[in-house]
């Protein structure tokens, strides 16, 4: 599935970059500023796309190491120097907790149900104890185990999708000594960005936008307005 997300928004972005390059080259019109029209943010390890449309309408990817994802929906000028960017509504993935059984003495156990096509490699847990302690562990394609010493009692678990920042409610525990727990991942319209009125600075004719720690500079193709 991300392996097929990656291949949509590459190609999402690699239309948006042919409609740049095949544009006519020339200033912007005089008058008011140009928005409308392809920008390119791509930068090194990152590739990115942003079309702003004159019917108000945007599409936005992101490729950047294992993340891509994507967005489309409506922009909008606040007349103070940005642009907001809302996106069409959309179904977050989610995390279901499906059982959880008595099992292996001392051992806990999280058995991940995902879609083919997705690695549970992605994929990690924070375990919470009942004297506050939590460790964080990575899932291996073959689920989760961890050894719980004789005094340790696990309370809950919050699983993560951490390169897409989705995270679960903290799913409680129950059965001490050994268990097995089984969560079904529902990935409905993974990989698409929620965003509400997130603002984008207009600086000349860039476009500047913060996104999982970087400034991504979206810069403002040659095709007019």
């Not at 190609?11 to 008011?32: D, N, W």
Request: glycine share 10%; net charge negative.
């Amino acid at each position: 599935m991300i392996r097929q997300l990656r291949s949509v928004s590459l190609g999402v972005l690699a239309a948006i970059c042919a409609s740049a390059a095949s544009a006519q080259v020339g200033p912007p019109a005089p008058g008011p500023r140009c928005l409308p029209g392809s920008y390119d943010g791509g930068q090194m390890e990152m590739a990115a796309g942003l079309n702003l449309g004159k019917d108000h309408r945007f599409r936005y990817v992101l490729s950047y190491g294992a993340l891509d994802e994507g967005a489309e929906g409506q922009w909008e000028s606040d007349g103070a120097g940005n642009v907001l960017l809302t996106s069409d509504a959309t179904k977050a993935p989610a995390f279901v907790m499906v059982q959880e059984v008595s099992s292996t003495p001392g051992l806990l156990q999280i058995a991940l149900d995902v879609p083919t096509g997705i690695s549970r490699q992605y994929f990690s847990a924070i375990i919470r104890y009942a004297d506050g302690r939590s460790i964080v562990r990575e899932f291996t394609e073959d689920g989760l185990a961890i050894e719980l010493k004789p005094d340790a009692k696990p309370v809950s678990a919050t699983l993560l999708l951490s390169v897409l920042e989705v995270e679960s409610e903290a799913f409680a525990l129950t059965v001490q000594g050994g268990s097995e727990v089984q969560v079904r991942f529902e990935p409905n319209d993974l990989g698409r960005v929620v965003f509400a009125k997130t603002p984008l600075k207009i600086d000349q004719d860039d476009l500047l936008l913060e996104r999982h720690g970087r400034l991504i500079r979206f810069r403002r193709a040659p095709d007019g307005c």
